[in-house]
């Protein structure tokens, strides 16, 4: 999707606005000292389009502004865009200003709500609640609605990945956008689109319906198969309720339905009550037998005591009869007298039989004739044994019956079902005569974005820029989302050595994937692309050669200041490429070189938009 800032806007504190102008189609070139504010241009940027963070300056950008925006174009369509700063504390604000028609206000003030104004901006690159994640990881849910700032990883490069030797897109350190980044590039890059995800997804609806389907129909079948009454039939002849002479099959179910319909289960059930009350009487009764034998023990332990206490008493008749006259003490004779007295009573008591004794061993009796009677009467009953079955398991099995024959009756093989499923196969085959397998979309993709790639490289190998690896060629790795260059003739990757040499590598990447976008006419990536100092490896190398101090345009190396020119030179390609296929693509260039590097190369598609110094012009100046 054609998109351009043509203004960047701070309002600052003070009353004033600081506004940065852009071109569009054209490589934006902001260049000049170290800490003049150029870097914040990048993270600004990143703040107003939705930024849950920010790496701006408190100090030197964010005390002084108080509003941050911008005035952009997407398609034909002027827009205004601006958030208020974030807090001391660095939280980040949720107050937007907007303006469908590009107004730049003097003063902006909140007018929309952040997650509406998201709605508004995303559905300008046909994002939309159908342009989903296909499939969830642990920060990111399948399902969900894809963010424009995941689409937003192919649209920069900071200062720190620029020349990173494995690591081709920013955010990587943050897991959100790591997987975020393997979910979009399929749809980024037209291995995958909206329409295709949605047929998939349709396909295995369907599937799922087919499956429920075959699961009920296998159901139905089952209970066809458990509804064949033999083993019922047969069973009931042993339970004596059918005759075991019919011939068919057919006379043995009429048979069981008539005793199925016919059977008196009042009858039944009252019998068994009979039963159970008989039971619970010879229960009661072997209950009081129990307890009147256990008293006649005790009752017997307690004459086998007294008894005892007799044997005790005896020598007291022999103390009466042989010895009485001699006692002269009154009272010990008054004691002897007393003690005999009682060993006659206890003589007498253990001797004769008491009524209790008679009575318990009457109802004993009774009792035991009772308990046999109903023992008898219980015998009379089918008992539970192999041969015979009780009362309770032939109602049972009557009810079992019952169920059976309603089964068999009521329920019929649902034949619609098969044609069903022949329906929705019918659906999913046309669904699938669409689908677009994603493994052969992506060799193909693949195989385009290689060769794109390949342009800008050959470019540069025309230049001598990528010393030993020049004429290498594109070997785009899928899995790790990274740019390898494999020798001519070879199979196997090369390990790539100098941050010049990544550096190239991540501009071709980038280069070929923009262009790949804008073949293949993805409308979820901004036609965009922000740099953040492409001639940081060799700024490094002079700082380096000068022993730590700030390096100088005159301190940099011939040869690395003509490969600082072959960026340009590339990017300037780039341009002419794009506007080859009708459409515009804006670059904005963070960097330290002079105007004269794209000047003298007679680069056209290269402005200068400002040059910022440490003494004299910086992003915020006051």
């Known amino acids: 999707m054609n998109f351009c800032i043509s203004k960047l806007i701070l309002w ?15 490589v934006n070139v902001i260049t000049g000292d170290s800490e003049t504010g150029k870097t914040a241009i990048f993270e600004i940027i990143d703040y107003i389009l939705f930024s849950s963070e920010t790496k701006i300056s408190e100090e030197e950008i964010n005390e002084y502004v108080d509003w941050y925006g911008m005035h952009f174009s997407i398609g034909s369509k002027e827009l205004t865009l601006a958030r208020k700063k974030f807090d001391a504390f660095r939280k980040v604000s949720q107050d937007y200003y907007f303006s469908g028609s590009g107004v730049i206000p003097k003063s902006p003030e909140k007018n929309i709500q952040e997650k509406l104004l998201k709605k508004i901006i995303e559905s300008e690159f046909s994002i939309s609640s159908d342009t989903i994640i296909p499939y969830g990881g642990k920060h990111i849910r399948a399902g969900s609605k894809i963010s424009l700032r995941y689409f937003l990883l192919f649209n920069s490069q900071s200062g720190d990945t620029i020349s990173h030797s494995e690591q081709f897109f920013d955010k990587m350190a943050e897991p959100k956008y790591r997987e975020a980044l393997e979910r979009v590039f399929d ?29 009920r129909k296998k159901s139905q079948e089952l209970d066809m198969e458990s509804s064949n009454l033999e083993d019922m039939i047969a069973k009931a002849k042993e ?79 022999y103390l009466k009869e042989n010895f009485l006259e001699l006692i002269e003490s009154p009272d010990v004779r008054q004691f002897i007298l007393s003690l005999d007295k009682e060993y006659r009573s206890l003589k007498k008591s253990l001797r004769k039989r008491t009524p209790i004794e008679q009575n318990l061993d009457d109802e004993l009796q009774e009792l035991q004739i009772r308990f046999d009677e109903l023992e008898k009467i219980i015998l009379r009953y089918p008992q539970s044994n ?24 009521s329920k019929k093989l649902d034949t619609s079902v098969d044609q069903q499923i022949l329906s929705i196969i019918e659906d999913q085959k046309e669904l699938k005569e669409k689908y677009i397998d994603r493994d052969e979309a992506r060799s193909r993709v693949l195989l385009l974005l290689n060769e794109l790639i390949q342009k800008y490289l050959d470019k540069a190998s025309d230049e001598g820029a990528l010393d ?60 965009f692309l922000l740099l953040d100092q492409p001639s940081r490896p060799y700024y490094g190398e002079a700082k380096r050669e000068i022993r730590g101090s700030e390096a100088s345009w005159e301190d940099i190396k011939n040869d690395d200041r003509e490969k600082i020119t072959t960026v340009f030179r590339l990017l300037n390609h780039f341009i002419d490429e794009i506007n080859k296929h009708g459409v515009n693509f804006q670059m904005i260039v963070l960097e330290h070189i002079p105007e004269n590097v794209w000047t003298e190369a007679k680069l056209e598609n290269i402005v200068l938009v400002e040059e910022f110094r440490k003494n004299g012009n910086k992003l915020i100046n006051l």
């Open 187 to 215: 749809l980024a890059t037209g291995i995958e689109s909206v329409e295709n995800i949605l047929i998939k997804e349709k396909i295995d609806n369907l599937q799922r319906e087919i499956n429920k389907l075959e699961n």
């Open 239 to 317: 339970f004596n309720l059918i005759p075991e002479n019919n011939k068919t099959y057919e006379e043995d179910l009429f048979d069981l339905q008539l005793v199925s319909k016919d059977f008196n289960a009042q009858k039944v059930t009252t019998e068994l009550n009979d039963l159970e009350e008989i039971r619970m009487e010879r229960i009661s009764i072997a209950r009081r037998i129990k307890i009147i034998q256990k008293y006649k023990q005790d009752y017997t332990k307690y004459k086998e005591s007294e008894a005892d206490n007799l044997d005790s008493l005896r020598p007291i008749q």
């Open 468 to 527: 030993t690896y020049n004429r290498y060629r594109s070997s785009f790795d899928y899995k790790g989302k990274r740019l390898q260059l494999r020798k001519p003739n070879t199979l196997v990757p090369s390990h790539v050595g100098s941050s010049s040499n990544h550096l190239f590598m991540h501009i071709c990447l980038f280069l070929g994937l923009h262009e790949l976008m804008v073949i293949q006419q993805i409308p979820y990536v901004p036609r």
């Open 386 to 409: 192999p041969g015979s079955t009780s009362l309770l398991e032939k109602i049972l099995f009557i009810a079992e019956v019952r169920g059976r024959l309603n089964s068999v009756t």
């Open 12 to 26: 600052l504190s003070n009353g004033e606005q600081r506004i940065l102008e852009f071109m569009p189609n054209k």
